[in-house]
């Protein structure tokens, strides 16, 4: 997975030292060859690097763009964006975010290749061979990213690691001390990108929670159950559109529905979820938002803003269409859906799981409100 960093010379080598190069070599990604220039990365202006990667976020191009250690920027910084969004998403702490980002560098360079060292690929330069994942799942930004973070936390005392140290035990690198350039490239670009997002509590998903089981006693008395067990990404078999749902609800529906089966992406605009760049994926509150505007309503990006749109209504009067909070408290929900009628609900759950329908017996239900 790993490669050699500095050229062999011209010499008579014997048969026994040729194989022990044969071997390392074998072991090196082709990929970091580029990851090890001699240019020294010290010294980084953290506040530099901000301004610069906010230029690349709003659209800037590189000719514009000069990041120390980055020849790619417009490719690269969207990719690191990606890095730092999964993070957040996991509640991977901040140095676990900067260990990931270093990582990326000196294995791809934050690029997402096609290509490596034997069957290494993407971000990571991640083997499917070595149970990563396959090949498709790899070049996954996000895929790539969560699997290095599962490894990561699995690291017994991690957090007390040098950067370098928490890096080679997760990648096993034949240059074990090659992470170490790139941590303050890797720092300042985690504080600069992490400062993009609205708040880093926006939508985080209760860990190792989904939907609360049950729901509160005012529910209402369609709760979805006669749909059985729904797979994700699917419409249940007999369902469609209520004929009595306000037409922009309708056309909110609509528009979510083909959404369906995209993955979440914690921060994600959701403006391109079937799109190869991964922050164009929806979250919770980013698919409601968008869904609205594709019926000419603006609603603002937050759950936590989102719960005080339009009217408050009984979930005992739910209609098709409504806002359906839950999770946290019924001021500060962590989780929003949108009614679909049927006893029927439409989601992005949380990292790994894609945009799905679920039944609303699964929800526990804090706040509904009526945005047409």
């Not at 990365?41 to 980055?70: E, F, M, P, R």
């Not at 007999?238 to 004929?243: F, V």
């Not at 609205?292 to 098709?320: C, F, M, N, W």
């Not at 269409?321 to 408290?329: A, M, N, V």
Request: proline share 6%; hydrophobic share 35%; glycine share 10%.
């Amino acid at each position: 997975m790993k490669a050699i960093a500095a050229g062999i010379g011209v010499v008579v080598l014997s048969p026994l030292l040729l194989a022990g190069t044969a071997t390392m070599m074998a072991s090196s990604s082709a990929a970091a060859q580029g990851a090890t220039s001699s240019e020294c990365l010290n010294g980084i202006d953290s506040d530099t690097v901000a301004k610069q990667v906010t230029k690349i976020l709003d659209g800037a191009s590189s000719k514009n763009v000069h990041i120390k250690g980055l020849d790619l920027p417009t490719e690269q910084v969207p990719n690191a964006r990606t890095i730092v969004a999964t993070g957040l998403s996991l509640e991977v702490p901040k140095k676990g975010q900067i260990i990931a980002l270093a990582t990326a560098m000196q294995e791809s360079r934050l690029r997402n290749l096609n290509y490596g060292d034997r069957d290494s690929l993407g971000l990571f330069q991640q083997r499917p061979s070595q149970g990563w994942g396959t090949a498709q799942q790899i070049r996954d930004p996000v895929y790539a990213s969560g699997e290095f973070y599962k490894r990561l936390l699995k690291v017994r005392g991690w957090q007390q690691m040098a950067v370098t140290q928490a890096a080679q035990a997760v990648q096993a690198s034949g240059f074990p001390d090659a992470y170490a350039k790139w941590e303050d490239l890797a720092t300042a670009l985690q504080k600069a990108i992490a400062a993009t997002f609205p708040s880093t509590g926006k939508d985080k998903p209760t860990k190792d929670k989904e939907s609360a089981s049950g729901t509160t006693g005012c529910a209402p008395a369609k709760d979805g159950s006669s749909y059985g067990r729904i797979p994700e990404g699917s419409v249940p078999k007999g369902y469609m559109i209520p004929k009595d749902a306000d037409p922009k609800a309708r056309k909110a529906i609509d528009w979510a529905m083909h959404q369906l089966g995209t993955l979440y992406q914690w921060g994600g605009s959701c403006t391109a979820a079937h799109g190869p760049d991964p922050m164009g994926r929806c979250d919770c509150s980013s698919l409601m938002q968008q869904a609205y505007a594709h019926a000419g309503i603006k609603l603002t990006r937050t759950t936590y803003t989102q719960v005080s749109e339009g009217k408050a209504v009984s979930p005992k009067d739910l209609k098709p269409g409504d806002l359906i909070f839950s999770r946290g408290t019924a001021t500060r929900p962590e989780h929003v859906g949108m009614a679909l009628g049927e006893g029927l609900v439409i989601e992005a759950p949380r990292t790994s799981k894609p945009v799905r329908i679920t039944p609303l017996k699964d929800w526990d239900v804090l706040a509904v409100r009526r945005v047409v």
